[in-house]
C-alpha cells in the first residue's frame, strides 16, 4: 500500500480503512504493474476491480463514521464540517454516508442554506466559475 504524502490525514484515513476492508473482505490483492490499460484504454499502474474497490470504501467508510454516531450528529444539528472533524474524514466522505444511510433529507432540511450554497459552489466550478457559455 501507497499512501500520498500530499494527502491530508482526513484522506490518509479513508484510504487505510478502504485497504484494510480490502483484506476482511477477502479481495485478490491488486497487482502494481508499469503499464496496463483499463476498459476505457488509459494507462493505469495497476488493476482495478471497481465492485471491490466500491465495497471496500462503503464497508470502510461505515466503519470510521457508524451509522448511530453520524445519526446522533444529524440530530444534534452538527455541520458535515463539523461531523468530518469529529470523524478525521472528509466532508465528501461524510456526505456519502449520509446518503447511503438515508440520513441526507433530514439532514438537508436541517441545513438548506449550507446545501444550496455548497452545491451552487459546484456547479459554478464545472461551469467555469458561474460564467455562461458564450456571453
Not at 5 to 27: I, K, S
Request: glycine share 6%; net charge positive; hydrophobic share 40%.
Amino acid at each position: 500500500m501507497i499512501l500520498n504524502p500530499r494527502h491530508g490525514q482526513a484522506r490518509n484515513n479513508a484510504t487505510l480503512m478502504e485497504e484494510v476492508c480490502h483484506v476482511f473482505l477477502g479481495h485478490k490483492a491488486n497487482r502494481l504493474s508499469i503499464v496496463a490499460q483499463n476498459k476505457q484504454g488509459k494507462t493505469v499502474a495497476r488493476d482495478y476491480n471497481e465492485a471491490d474497490e466500491e465495497a471496500a470504501y462503503a464497508v470502510g467508510a461505515a466503519a470510521l463514521v457508524p451509522y448511530a454516531a453520524i445519526e446522533r450528529s444529524v440530530r444534534a444539528g452538527k455541520s458535515s464540517a463539523e461531523m468530518a472533524k469529529h470523524f478525521n474524514v472528509s466532508r465528501e466522505l461524510i456526505e456519502y454516508r449520509l446518503k447511503v444511510s438515508r440520513l441526507w433529507p433530514e439532514y438537508r432540511k436541517r441545513h438548506e442554506t449550507e446545501v444550496a450554497a455548497r452545491y451552487a459552489a459546484r456547479q459554478a466550478a464545472v461551469t467555469g466559475n458561474g460564467k455562461q457559455n458564450g456571453g
